[in-house]
């Protein structure tokens, strides 16, 4: 979940600055990696949704960190907050640093009314996780506005953004992560439930399989600096 | 006089016993009633069905002139009891436990009321002392304490002297004459020794079985035209042919295995010992038998020799 | 019958055997809290690693979570402690000799009867509130509080903290009567026996039986579980599930499946008037021949 945001970040930072083999498809991503390239450093503001079939839990009020090249942080405010997780599980690393797959220009479509580019992504290693990401760029403003990734280990992720007054730092107002959830089951020795009969959660929303995380931001901090330190502890 | 308590064909059924079979007696206002029998003979069956304890099969009782089971609580209150062992509550001291039960009997006495009430029984030094610290014959006097604490009418005491030391015994006895003579109270009073209901009780039932084999007034059952004597000669059947054919005949004698039973009034034994001499009957030995007692060990033994003696 | 009740009561409370179950709620609660102060964090972070890609950030281990551990697993002890008590009210002075005096005093065997009862639930109160105190207060003390998370089987839920405590209020009050309808069993087969031992293992049995049948999941039990006791005393977890929205987010302020609980509650009360009405009519019937 964690993973879908950083890889959002990733897909922004890196994917503009890959070889591609289609040029004007490299061009706009390379317009949207520059945008992007403006944010040094933020802290936003924001709230969290999670939709997950086996979370019930409310919103929580959180704050995240960014700085280049790829430090991401999510901290809750106080009480107890679930939230995506920080480290990431899928290899990355292959589709960030080798600096080879492909772009290819895979037509236009509609993303939430908005007239976007469609650009696919593959990875040249025959080893990475990731099989295939889809972009949707539009190309007025070089802002993305879905993400879509496959990857071997995890399945499908999806992103959605939502744009508003830090559409210039190519920062979105609200993020929308799709995934799917693994199955969550803990042994009733574990949560000592001895005596509770196996029952699904009531509402029929919960029975969903995808799960969600919706982050509201409210506020950036853009280019003032973050410390270091912020990253490091859990 | 209104009866205190009139029972009338009590009868108490378990599976495949008669507890108690068609018991009818009365007590009367002021007596000391007596109610005798060996061990399982029905007594403390009865005595739990007067205080509703057990459930009859069938039969009145009448407590006070009242339907007992229809009246309950009302004459409940007017009754106090100690049935068999007098179990109280041990973590308790006496004093505490002889309030909790006034409150249980719907009287709520004064402290001094209390002590008072222990200092009759004896018990006014140990009155805060936990009962399980306490002799046998101080939770007996403990128990008559609760069954007077009330001022009850009647006082039913089943057993009382049940495993006293004779002192004990000798409290009891004294403790049961002192209630009826000057306290006025009505008792009924079990026991299987009938030596002790011999020195107090104005009157006297003997039931075995659940039966009623005798019941009167104690200087009735005394009486010493009705002295039961014992024989045994070296011909019991000669004997007893002698003594049908005699005006003798008048007391019912009886053979049971090598004994003679015959009954006639005290002041007859030395005639009658002379005249079975004149006859030759040469006797073994020949005994009166003056105490109720050894006359209840026997009919408590064998009712059918009781049956004879009292038609 | 305010009298008997006080005489009961005074009788109960001057027992030993009473502070039994408040010693051992005490040394097993104390127990547990210290348990959980030690090496309470390795068991959350334990249970965290089933979460997979989600990370629980805040202070998992408060005193809400320590109290909603400690009653699971006093869910089992408290009833026994109960039994120790309401089994013995009958059977007890059946055997120290006191209930043929008792039966033999002006008051009807019902009210007697129901004098004890009721002194058997002022107790079970007082030992629940005990309970409480140790469990609740105590675990907010040490703990302090925070939000309340707990991960059942299926599901994790998630309570702000100023939505906990009146949960609690409720599951203490649902406990009460669950308690009262182990006290009412125990209660009934105490008026069959002349010593205390035998209903009290009976009732355990029972306790431990029902219990056992309702988590064994087999479905030929299936048709049985909803008639067990035992199924219906756990539905105090109830109160600490939370109504969704369509996207899955808790609502404040809500319980995910009220009707259950009204339900568990309607079949515990049922249990306790049935055991009380037929302990009374045994009772009526009875020969008192202790």
């Given at each position: 979940?964690k993973?879908?945001?950083?890889?959002?970040?990733?897909?922004?930072t890196v994917h503009?600055?890959?070889?591609?083999?289609a040029?004007?498809v490299?061009a706009l991503?390379?317009?949207?990696?520059?945008?992007?390239?403006?944010?040094n450093d933020?802290?936003?503001?924001?709230?969290?949704?999670?939709?997950?079939?086996?979370?019930k839990a409310p919103?929580s009020?959180?704050?995240?960190?960014?700085k280049?090249p790829?430090?991401?942080?999510m901290?809750?405010?106080?009480?107890i907050s679930?939230?995506?997780?920080?480290?990431i599980?899928?290899n990355?690393g292959?589709?960030?640093?080798?600096?080879?797959?492909?772009?290819?220009d895979?037509?236009?479509?509609?993303?939430?009314?908005?007239k976007?580019?469609v650009v696919k992504?593959?990875?040249n290693d025959?080893?990475?996780n990731v099989?295939?990401?889809?972009?949707?760029?539009d190309e007025?403003?070089f802002?993305?506005y879905?993400a879509?990734?496959?990857?071997?280990e995890?399945?499908?992720?999806?992103?959605d953004?939502?744009?508003?007054?830090y559409?210039?730092y190519g920062?979105?107002d609200?993020?929308?992560?799709?995934?799917?959830?693994k199955?969550?089951?803990?042994?009733k020795?574990?949560?000592l439930?001895f005596?509770e009969n196996?029952?699904?959660?009531?509402?029929?929303?919960?029975?969903?399989?995808?799960?969600?995380?919706?982050?509201?931001?409210?506020?950036?901090?853009i280019?003032?600096?973050?410390?270091?330190a912020?990253?490091k502890?859990? | 006089?209104q009866?205190?308590?009139?029972v009338?064909?009590l009868?108490?059924?378990?599976?495949?016993i008669k507890?108690?079979?068609?018991l009818?007696?009365t007590v009367q206002?002021?007596?000391?009633?007596?109610?005798?029998?060996?061990?399982?003979?029905?007594k403390?069956?009865?005595?739990?069905?007067?205080l509703t304890?057990?459930?009859p099969?069938?039969?009145?009782i009448?407590?006070f002139?009242m339907k007992?089971?229809?009246n309950?609580?009302?004459v409940?209150?007017?009754?106090g009891?100690v049935?068999?062992k007098?179990?109280v509550?041990k973590?308790l001291?006496?004093?505490?436990?002889?309030?909790l039960?006034?409150?249980?009997?719907?009287?709520?006495?004064?402290?001094?009321q209390?002590?008072?009430q222990?200092d009759?029984v004896?018990l006014?030094e140990?009155a805060?002392?936990?009962v399980s610290?306490y002799?046998?014959g101080m939770?007996?006097?403990?128990?008559i304490?609760?069954?007077?604490i009330?001022?009850p009418?009647?006082?039913?005491?089943?057993e009382p002297?049940?495993?006293?030391?004779?002192q004990g015994?000798?409290?009891?006895?004294n403790?049961?004459?002192?209630l009826s003579?000057?306290?006025?109270k009505?008792?009924l009073?079990s026991?299987?020794?009938?030596?002790?209901?011999?020195q107090?009780?104005?009157?006297?039932?003997?039931i075995?079985k659940?039966?009623?084999?005798?019941?009167g007034?104690t200087?009735?059952?005394?009486?010493?035209?009705?002295?039961?004597?014992?024989?045994e000669?070296?011909?019991?059947?000669e004997?007893?042919?002698l003594i049908?054919?005699s005006?003798w005949q008048?007391?019912?004698?009886?053979q049971r295995?090598n004994?003679?039973?015959i009954?006639?009034?005290?002041?007859?034994i030395p005639?009658?010992n002379?005249w079975l001499v004149?006859?030759n009957?040469?006797?073994?030995?020949?005994q009166?038998r003056h105490?109720l007692?050894?006359?209840?060990?026997?009919?408590?033994?064998?009712t059918q020799h009781?049956?004879a003696?009292?038609n | 019958?305010w009298?008997l009740l006080?005489?009961?009561l005074?009788?109960?409370?001057?027992?030993?055997?009473?502070?039994?179950a408040?010693?051992?709620t005490?040394v097993?609660?104390?127990?547990?809290?210290?348990?959980?102060?030690?090496?309470g964090?390795e068991?959350?972070?334990?249970?965290?690693?089933?979460?997979?890609?989600?990370?629980v950030q805040g202070?998992?281990l408060?005193?809400?979570m320590?109290?909603y551990l400690?009653?699971q697993?006093?869910l089992v002890?408290?009833?026994?402690?109960?039994?120790?008590?309401?089994?013995?009210?009958?059977?007890?002075?059946a055997?120290?000799?006191?209930?043929r005096?008792?039966?033999s005093k002006p008051?009807?065997r019902?009210?007697v009867?129901?004098a004890?009862?009721f002194?058997t639930?002022?107790?079970?109160?007082l030992?629940l509130?005990?309970?409480?105190?140790?469990?609740?207060?105590?675990?907010?003390?040490?703990f302090?509080t925070n939000?309340?998370?707990?991960?059942k089987?299926?599901?994790?839920v998630?309570?702000k903290?100023?939505?906990?405590?009146?949960?609690y209020?409720c599951?203490?009050?649902f406990?009460?009567?669950?308690?009262v309808?182990?006290?009412?069993?125990g209660?009934f087969?105490?008026?069959?026996?002349?010593n205390?031992?035998?209903?009290?293992?009976?009732?355990?049995?029972?306790?431990?039986?029902?219990t056992?049948l309702g988590?064994l999941n087999?479905?030929m039990?299936?048709?049985?579980?909803?008639?067990?006791?035992?199924?219906h005393?756990v539905?105090w977890?109830?109160?600490?599930?939370?109504?969704?929205t369509?996207?899955?987010?808790?609502?404040?302020?809500?319980i995910?499946?009220?009707p259950?609980?009204?339900?568990?509650?309607?079949?515990?009360?049922?249990y306790?008037?049935?055991?009380?009405?037929?302990?009374i009519?045994v009772?009526?019937?009875?020969d008192?021949?202790s």
């Open positions: 979940m993973y879908k945001l950083k890889l959002f970040i990733i897909l922004f503009c600055s890959l070889f591609t083999h040029q004007d490299t991503i390379n317009k949207a990696k520059e945008k992007l390239d403006r944010v933020y802290i936003a503001a924001g709230v969290l949704t999670i939709d997950v079939a086996f979370i919103t009020k959180v704050t995240v960190y960014y280049k790829d430090h991401f942080k901290v809750n405010n106080g009480g679930i939230l995506p997780k920080g480290g599980s899928i990355m292959a589709l960030i640093n080798t600096d080879n797959f492909t772009a290819l895979a037509g236009e479509a509609v993303v939430n009314n908005i976007t580019k992504l593959l990875p025959q080893n990475s099989v295939l990401s889809t972009l949707y760029i007025s403003n802002l993305i879905k879509v990734t496959t990857t071997l995890n399945g499908t992720y999806e992103l953004m939502t744009y508003g007054k559409a210039d920062l979105p609200k993020v929308n992560f799709s995934f799917n959830a199955d969550y089951k803990l042994p020795g574990l949560t439930d005596d196996t029952k699904s959660p009531a509402t029929d929303s919960l029975k969903e399989k995808k799960g969600k995380v919706e982050i509201n931001y409210s506020s950036y901090t280019n003032k600096g973050v410390d270091d912020v990253f502890t859990n | 006089m009866p205190i308590v009139q009338k064909n009868s108490k059924q378990y599976k495949n507890a108690v079979d068609a009818s007696f206002e002021g007596d000391v009633y007596g109610f005798l029998g060996q061990n399982g003979a029905g403390s069956t009865t005595i739990r069905m007067l304890l057990i459930n099969t069938a039969g009145d009448e407590l002139g007992l089971h229809a309950r609580n009302k409940l209150r007017n009754v009891a049935i068999e007098p179990d509550y973590y001291s006496a004093y505490k436990n002889l309030k039960f006034a409150h249980m009997s719907k009287v709520h006495p004064s402290d001094k209390l002590m008072q222990l009759m004896g006014k140990r805060h002392d936990k610290t002799s046998q939770k007996q006097r403990l128990g304490a609760i069954a007077l009330h001022d009418q009647l006082i039913i005491l089943d002297t049940n495993g006293l030391d004779p015994i000798a409290d009891i006895r403790l049961i004459l002192h003579r000057e306290m006025k009505t008792l009073v026991s299987h020794l009938l030596n002790e209901m011999e107090v009780a104005t009157r006297l039932l003997i075995d659940g039966k009623k084999l005798v019941e007034a200087a009735e059952l005394f009486d010493p035209a009705q002295t039961l004597i014992e024989l000669t070296t011909n019991n059947k004997a007893i042919d049908a054919g005006a008048k007391g019912l004698p009886q295995s004994k003679i039973y009954r006639m009034h005290r002041d007859d005639d009658f002379a004149e006859r009957i040469r006797l073994v030995s020949l009166p105490s007692e050894d006359y209840f060990l026997q009919i408590t033994s064998g009781v049956a003696f009292t | 019958m009298q006080q005489i009961e005074y009788k109960i409370f001057r027992r030993p055997r009473t502070y039994i408040f010693g051992a005490a097993l609660i104390t127990l547990l809290q210290f348990g959980l102060k030690v090496d964090q068991y959350a972070d334990f249970m965290l690693q089933s979460l997979g890609n989600f990370d202070k998992l408060n005193g809400y320590v109290c400690v009653l697993l006093m002890h408290v009833p026994l402690l109960v039994t120790l008590i309401s089994a013995d009210m009958l059977s007890g002075e055997n120290i000799g006191t209930l005096l008792a039966l008051y009807s019902a009210s009867v129901l004890k009862f002194a639930c002022v107790y079970t109160l030992l509130i005990w309970v409480a105190v140790l469990a609740l207060f105590v675990s907010m003390l040490v302090g939000d309340l998370f707990l991960m089987s299926e599901y994790i998630l309570i903290e100023n939505d906990v405590f009146w949960r209020c599951a203490f009050g406990a009460f009567v669950s308690l309808t182990v006290a009412s069993i209660f087969l105490s008026a069959f026996a002349e205390s031992i035998g209903p009290i293992v009976t009732t355990m049995s029972i306790i431990i039986l029902f056992v988590t087999i479905p039990f299936d048709a049985i579980n909803p008639y067990l006791f035992t199924s005393m539905i977890k109830e109160f600490f599930d939370e109504k969704v369509a996207n899955n987010e808790a609502i404040a302020g809500t995910q499946d009220l259950a609980i009204f339900h568990s509650l309607l079949v515990l009360l049922a306790i008037v049935v055991m009380i009405g037929a302990t009519f009772m009526n019937k009875k008192i021949l």
